[in-house]
């Protein structure tokens, strides 16, 4: 028989939560900001596109991450 799965109750913000948030909501709002923001941009080349598409992914994926760790906390204060 397995051991049974340990439950957690973070005292303050759950990070696991945070980070599972920011992935998804990174993907979802961030791929189609990245294809509306490269038809205003000449990217000539597969290297050019791809450096692009980092750039504002990270810069997508680091504000996100912000709100959703924002959110996070002030959920746990409440």
Excluded: N
Aim: proline residues 5%; glycine residues 6%; without cysteine.
């Amino acid at each position: 028989m397995p051991h049974r799965v340990e439950r957690t109750d973070p005292d303050g913000v759950d990070f696991g939560w945070v980070m599972q948030v920011t992935f998804v909501a990174t993907i979802v709002a961030g791929a189609p900001l990245v294809a509306a923001l490269s038809t205003t941009t000449a990217l000539p080349t597969w290297g050019a596109r791809a450096a692009f598409a980092v750039r504002v992914g990270a810069a997508v994926w680091f504000v996100t991450a912000l709100f959703a760790y924002a959110y996070a906390r002030r959920k746990a204060d409440a």
